[in-house]
């Protein structure tokens, strides 16, 4: 039986950090039109929660913009790159989180080390994004716990905005 995992309130707050500092953010690029290379236009922006955080026992959002544009040519509307994996509902950093968690331990326990991470998330999330094939994830070993880059990279990323 492996040790419980225990969550230094230093990595959790790095983490959170890094999680608040997309708050806001707007993805905009899209070189061309990822269905057929034609050139496009401005459409809209849309709102998309990138991870809920608890803070003081209830919710909050992390919500960044992205940016939809339409094809000049096959009139295809597609939005701008952004930390997104296919058919998921939060950012996928978070994903990577769960994914990485998950080959470390039963997925009820990877949905209690999110909530002690300050991350707001069900064990049927858990599931199924544990559950997903994208690939290897690179990690960095923080405190005895598997972090992926792509978190990190965004704390990097909120320290350079503050």
């Not at 331990?105 to 997903?132: C, E, F, K, T, W």
């Given at each position: ?5 225990r ?23 899209l ?16 709102s998309?929660?990138?991870?809920t ?46 994914i990485?968690?998950a ?9 209690v ?50």
């Amino acid at each position: 039986m492996k040790k419980k995992v225990r969550v230094p309130p230093m990595l959790a707050a790095v983490i959170q950090n890094a999680l608040i500092g997309a708050d806001g953010h707007e993805f905009t690029h899209l070189p061309a039109c990822p269905h057929c290379g034609g050139p496009l236009s401005g459409y809209d922006s849309k709102s998309r929660k990138f991870v809920t955080l608890i803070e003081n026992d209830t919710g909050r959002d992390v919500v960044v913009r992205v940016k939809r544009f339409r094809c000049s040519v096959c009139g295809r509307v597609s939005s701008a790159h952004a930390p997104f994996y296919p058919d998921t509902r939060i950012g996928s950093p978070v994903v990577d989180l769960c994914i990485v968690l998950a080959e470390e331990m039963p997925l009820h326990r990877v949905a209690v080390v999110m909530g002690q991470l300050g991350i707001q998330i069900d064990r049927g999330s858990v599931r199924n994004y544990a559950m997903m094939d994208i690939g290897h994830i690179p990690t960095t070993n923080i405190f005895g716990i598997r972090i992926p880059d792509s978190v990190m990279s965004l704390s990097i990323l909120a320290s350079r905005r503050v």
